[in-house]
């Protein structure tokens, strides 16, 4: 087997990896990026974020046309859904996507590896491919992702018991469909299904939905998807789910199973950290699997690199790319870093949720003094005008500075508003900054402004 030589080689194409390989190419390093997946982009671009995101908006355009265009003048009859049609425009999404990334590294001339990447000792690993090829390189990244978390005695068959890949691809809307988990992904692909005609149930094994994020946010979001016929049943402990005749039943532990058409398995993801020979180097990992990294994302084996969903923190793909960047800057520059309490999160339910720095439930935890300032999006003339006027912008600054705390965002849009919410995080700026900051009229931005100003009691348009 013939030995080839770069100056790094990325193991992994998804958000992270990609990012980290171009970015590494443009500073002048020979790059090679190792992927066992056809199509580059990883679980994000090819069955997560971006195919849900795709069916998140086809699904609302449905429900737009069917309950909400008639209010704005305009009749509409003969509905019907062609699902097919919704999945051919997703797959075509992601199909340029993929290609996109594909172009990138010609331009950036990233040699791909097709193939599973296997640390064979330091500075070497093989891939297992199309073709078996031997690798080295002074610096390794590790940037494998994830995948969905198991739950005992849940047996999923990608049919009628199936994880978030299997409900990106359903061929009919369930009648009912099961969702285990109320976290982000649970609750984006069981709004998908509810909005195209299924019963969703979703059952959460804590006392509330969205856990890590605001709780009040979280409880009014779950107010609003039950009006739109969403249930929950929380504090609820699944002990079981199976095929079962031509649908599937779910067990409960201390109450009647539950029988559905579908089952979506939706309790988090874990780190791809097996069998790519860590041990050969000694790599350490915590009790989760997930790979342990310093400041500089080095692991504990010379040359190794992990960034991602394969090292702790958020399961976020922004925050993979971030981590790309930075660990490529520190080692071709010495510097770089990454502000992991400026780190959005978003729902892309409809309203959007939207958070990034600490929520009211840590600050009262940490005991650290703050105020705050809520403004709904009820008061704002952009969101009357749109007919989005649910939810509202939560501030939060600390008592004694004003500097923002954290920023949390119930509403349409919300994950295009929160980015200012991050560059203000980012830049230690206060609740007085953006307040005094001209937002254009009319815009949802103003919420913004407004809720700001209510941190100091002085909101102008409630």
Known sequence: ????????????????GYVAAIRAA??????????????????CLRVGCIPSKALLESSARFVEVRDTLSKHGIQVTGLSLDLAGMMRRKEDIVKGLTNGVAGLFKKNGITRYEGRGC??????????????????????IIATGSRSAP?????????????????????????????????YIGLELGSVWNRLGAKVTVLEYLDRILPGMDSELAAKAQKIFEKQGM????????????KKGKGAVVD????DPVACDRVLLSVGRVPNTEELG??????????????????????????????????????????????????????????????????????????????VGKTEDQLQEEG??????????????????IGDTEGFVKMLAHAETDRLLGVHILGTQAGDLVAEAAVALEFDASSEDLARSTHAHPTLAEIMKEAALAVDGRAIHI
């Open 1 to 16: 087997m013939n030995l080839v030589t770069h100056d790094l080689i990325v193991i992994g194409a998804g958000p992270g």
């Open 26 to 43: 443009q500073l002048g390093l020979n790059v090679a990026c190792v992927e066992s997946e056809a199509a580059l982009g990883g679980t």
């Open 119 to 140: 640390i064979t000792g330091p500075g070497r690993i093989t891939v297992e491919g199309k073709e078996d090829v031997a690798l080295a390189a002074q610096h390794i």
């Open 151 to 183: 739950l005992p005695n849940v047996e999923v068959d990608g049919l009628y018991v199936g994880t978030s890949t299997d409900a990106l691809a359903y061929d009919v809307v369930p009648g009912h469909l099961v969702v285990i988990g109320a976290g």
């Open 231 to 242: 249930t929950f049943r929380l504090g609820c402990r699944v002990t079981g789910a199976r």
């Open 252 to 255: 409960i532990d201390g109450a």
């Open 278 to 355: 860590l041990e050969t180097m000694g790599i350490e990992t915590d009790s989760r699997g997930r790979i342990v990294v310093d400041e500089h994302f080095r692991t504990s084996a010379g040359g190794f690199y992990a960034i991602g969903d394969v090292i702790p923190g958020p399961m976020l793909a922004h925050k993979a790319e971030e981590e790309g960047v930075a660990c490529v800057e520190n080692l071709v520059k010495g510097y770089g870093e990454v502000n992991y309490n400026a780190i959005p999160g978003i729902v892309y339910t409809h309203p959007e949720i939207a958070s």
């Open 368 to 385: 650290v003094p703050y105020r705050k300032g809520v403004f709904p999006y009820l008061a704002n003339g952009r969101a009357r005008c």
